[in-house]
């Protein structure tokens, strides 16, 4: 599996854009990038995943350059209970391995008023 | 989508005795469950994978006879602490592949042992 790097932390302000860039430079062909946020004491949910160029959905955006070798997790006009972890997966359609998932550090978005 | 609901959310017990956890699929018949254990401001650690009616898989350094793992039926796994100590404590949570795209999370249980 492709390791990834993020950023440890991030601070942000309510209304603002929040871009979470992560690198993964051993990505596979075969690979998807997924992203899921975990808020404390709680399981992680998934958010958005996509292969290439740009996906979006009701929550954020995923940019994805040509080369794949990174991501950005782009989350628009962050509130306060954006506040939480947020992991980037390099693997197959469930963002690891035959569904068992390798999670890096992550990133805690700390969103303020 | 696939729901996973894990009971209990938390739990204290004594150092020495058993805990059991379970984690139940609501909507979706997973052959495959996974348990992750999660220490304070660490991200999540895969434990095993929790295989429907076959032994389970654990991943390196993970006791399998410390944490007995059962997956008797294509909605239900359970993972029992056996004799607990306070190195134990932590947040364990069990996942499945729900579909084609993402894993599905339970709440996540909070051991603590005293």
């Known amino acids: 599996l492709a390791k990834t790097t993020q950023p440890i932390s991030m601070d942000s302000y309510e209304g603002q854009e929040v871009n979470i860039t992560c690198s993964h430079n051993n990505i596979a062909t075969n690979d998807y990038i997924t992203w899921y946020q975990q808020f404390p004491s709680q399981g992680p949910r998934f958010i958005i995943q996509?292969?290439?160029t740009k996906v979006t959905n009701e929550v954020a955006s995923l940019f994805i350059p040509a080369d794949r070798k990174s991501s950005t997790l782009s989350l628009p006009r962050v509130s306060l209970s954006d506040t939480a972890v947020y992991y980037c997966?390099?693997?197959?359609?469930?963002?690891?391995?035959?569904?068992?998932?390798?999670f890096g550090k992550g990133t805690k978005l700390s969103v303020k008023p | 989508g696939a729901v996973v609901s894990q009971h209990p959310s938390r739990v204290i017990c004594k150092s020495g005795t058993s805990v059991k956890i379970e984690c139940r699929s609501l909507d979706f018949q997973a052959t495959t469950m996974f348990w992750y254990r999660q220490f304070p401001k660490q991200s999540l650690m895969l434990m095993a994978t929790?295989?429907?009616?076959?032994?389970?898989?654990?991943e390196q350094g993970v006791e399998k006879d410390k944490f007995l793992i059962n997956h008797a039926s294509l909605t239900l796994s359970t993972l029992t602490v056996t004799s607990a100590h306070p190195e134990d404590s932590s947040f364990y949570i069990c996942?499945?592949?729900?579909?084609?795209?993402?894993?599905?999370f339970g709440q996540g249980t909070r051991l603590t042992v005293v």
């Open positions: 996942s499945n592949t729900g579909g084609n795209t993402e894993a599905f």
């Open positions: 997966l390099v693997g197959d359609n469930y963002g690891g391995s035959q569904g068992n998932l390798i």
């Open positions: 996509g292969y290439k």
């Open positions: 929790s295989n429907e009616g076959s032994k389970a898989t654990y």
